[in-house]
């Protein structure tokens, strides 16, 4: 009589977390014009953001008006710090505090089950050509527009940093960010867009053309 095969266990396979994509407007965030900042204070509270108002802020050549230093967004499960505390105008630091709130503290917990407690990024603002370069247009970066990030802090102590060697879970989790970005920035470059973001996610809010319906995302 045959032996009786083993039952082979059932594993569940990691699954594409996709996010609710907003509709984004702003009005002249690549402008960023001073005023009272009390539009964009609102907008940053909406967010569960914690922030600190600097106004006026100049890197080297550079100067932009109603930037803020944001420090942290609780989105009513996770409080995720901005350790690096990058500074921003106003109306980016709120976008990126809603998609950090919306989507990537949810998107980590569901591919990895752990929290979301911080994200690691650049400085914010950074006054020099787009690229690195001397002679191409100005980045965003110059206008607090924009902000590369680097990695993702979890409540079990484990480091999520782009093109380091990740488990399954995590590759997807990275994958469900930068595919979700693509709903609140009008650029989203990572690895294998080109050399210069081979480490990290860039994002910013660059309007094309005549609205913000434009986007690159690679």
């Not at 294998?192 to 480490?199: E, L, T, V």
Request: charged share 20%; glycine share 10%.
């Amino acid at each position: 009589m045959p032996r009786p095969k083993p039952v082979q266990p059932q594993v569940e396979q990691p699954r594409l977390v996709q996010p609710q994509i907003p509709e984004v407007k702003f009005s002249n965030i690549d402008e960023n014009e001073p005023d009272d900042g009390a539009e964009c204070k609102a907008a940053l509270s909406a967010a569960g953001a914690r922030y600190d108002w600097v106004g006026t802020a100049t890197e080297g050549e550079c100067t932009i008006g109603n930037a803020v230093e944001l420090l942290s967004v609780n989105n009513g499960t996770d409080m995720i710090s901005f350790r690096q505390k990058p500074v921003m105008a106003c109306d980016f630091a709120a976008l990126m505090a809603r998609w950090a709130g919306e989507v990537a503290g949810p998107v980590i917990a569901g591919h990895t089950g752990a929290q979301l407690q911080s994200i690691t990024t650049g400085p914010g603002i950074v006054c020099r050509k787009r690229v690195g370069g001397a002679q191409t247009k100005i980045s965003e970066h110059a206008k607090g527009n924009a902000l590369d990030i680097t990695g993702f802090g979890l409540s079990d102590n484990r480091s999520i940093q782009i093109m380091s060697e990740l488990v399954k879970s995590e590759q997807l989790a990275l994958k469900a960010l930068r595919t979700s970005a693509c709903g609140y920035f009008t650029t989203v470059l990572g690895p294998g867009a080109n050399p210069a973001h081979k480490h990290h996610f860039h994002f910013d809010f660059k309007k094309r053309g005549k609205s913000y319906n434009y986007r690159i995302c690679e």
